[in-house]
Every structure is written in C-alpha cells, then in structure tokens.
C-alpha cells in the first residue's frame, strides 16, 4: 500500500543551524512533492513544489531535494531562526481519474531553540 | 483576497445532533477539498470537487457525512448524526491549476467537539 513516512519525533535544533527534515515514500511514483508548513491552530501554508526532473530547489532559505530512486525528499531550513518553529508537512499527488489528489504525510515538529 | 474563508470556528454540539460546517473558497479557485485533521490520522482528505462537482468521496467516513457544493463560492460538509469520534479539525482548501501547480491553500480550520 501506499505510504509516507515523516519522523514522528519532534525536532530541536539550536538557532543558526540547519534543520533538515525527511520524507521517505513508497508505491509512489509522484510526478512532483510538495511541503507546507502548519503553526499551531492554523491551517498548513505551501512552501514549495518540487518535480520528478529536478533535484533541487531552494526559496530563500528553504532548499528542498527530491531523490526518486531513493523515494525520498529532504527539506532543510538554513540559519534556523525560532520563528521556523512549526510542523512540516510533505504531500504527494495520488492520480485519481485524472485529477490531482493529493496524500499528506503526518508531518515533523521543528523547535528551533534560542 | 481574503483567502478560504471557514465558519463557524469552533462548534460545541452533542452526539446525534447535526452539524454543518461552511467554507468560501479564494474567487477563481476550480477545486475545492474537505480535509479532517486529528493527532492519531493526520490530514486526511474527505472530498474534494472539481468546478462544483464531487470528483472524490472516498474519503467521507460514513454516510453520516454528506457535502455540498452548490455555487463556485460556498461549500458545506455535514454530519448528521454526529458522534463523539467526529471531534476534530476540518479544513478547507482550495487550488488552482495552472500548468500543473497544484499548491492548495487552506483556511482556518473549524475545531468540532462532540460529547
């Protein structure tokens, strides 16, 4: 069966590192991978898409890998700042007649600790 | 814009009573999706529409949820009757696809409590 995979556990990291955070996915074939980011009591916010051709892509700090041999995308924060304290969440389409529907995984804690 | 508008925010209600929950999706948007968030399952989409027609209802739990999308501006999701292991957050999100970017934007969630 299909499945997404984001590390349950919450991750600490200190201020000024880089958080990278994993998604690792199987009985995909995705097309592109996505990752939104969720503050408590709000609704997840897109981050940014990535395709099946490119291996990377980066927005400001944010640099997000996409291996499909692996079936995994790495998503890394740069000079981690507390504000970037949230859960991310990483989404995969799953073709249904045609129309994108997407999967999201369970997603992953980030703290980032002053 | 405003964004994807949910009403109410929160909703208090008793087991077997009915509940509607209500989202105006971002103007121009052609999809419309029905998630439901709890710790234990995660986000999982419940329905979603494509130009106001129901394209996918797999995930809708039982007959007990129905949803509705009768203009290109307004959805509801109902449950009727509700149960205590209804309680969650349901979000509403709404995309648009233009040469395959397909980032949805969500609202802010209804938090639902049913005893």
């Known amino acids: 069966s299909q499945k997404i995979e984001q590390n349950s556990e919450a991750l600490n990291i200190q201020e000024g590192k880089t958080a990278t955070l994993t998604c690792n996915y199987t009985?995909?074939?995705?097309?592109?991978l996505q990752w939104y980011r969720q503050d408590p009591g709000r609704g997840p916010v897109f981050l940014l898409l990535?395709?099946?051709?490119?291996k990377e892509k980066r927005k400001e700090r944010l640099k997000v890998t996409f291996d499909t041999t692996l079936k995994q995308s790495l998503f890394h924060i740069t000079a981690s700042q507390p504000a970037d304290s949230a859960t991310y969440l990483c989404a995969l389409p799953k073709n249904s007649g045609g129309y994108q529907k997407v999967t999201f995984g369970t997603g992953t804690k980030l703290q980032v600790i002053p | 814009d405003a964004g994807v508008i949910q009403s109410p925010r929160h909703e208090v209600t008793e087991m077997g009573q009915e509940v509607t929950l209500r989202c105006k999706p971002i103007?121009?948007?052609?999809?419309l999706f029905w998630y439901r968030q709890t710790m234990m399952r995660g986000l999982e989409l419940l329905i979603y529409?494509?130009?106001?027609?129901?394209?996918?209802d797999s995930g809708m739990p039982e007959d007990r949820f129905s949803a509705k999308m009768p203009n290109a501006s307004f959805s509801t999701l109902k449950i009727q009757p509700s149960e205590p292991r209804d309680s969650a957050v349901y979000f509403c999100?709404?995309?648009?696809?233009?040469?395959?970017?397909?980032?949805?934007?969500f609202g802010p969630g209804t938090r639902l409590t049913v005893t």
């Open positions: 009985n995909y074939s995705p097309a592109y």
């Open positions: 103007s121009g948007h052609d999809y």
């Open positions: 990535i395709r099946e051709n490119e």
């Open positions: 999100a709404s995309s648009l696809v233009q040469g395959a970017g397909y980032e949805q934007y």
């Open positions: 529409f494509n130009n106001n027609v129901p394209i996918d």
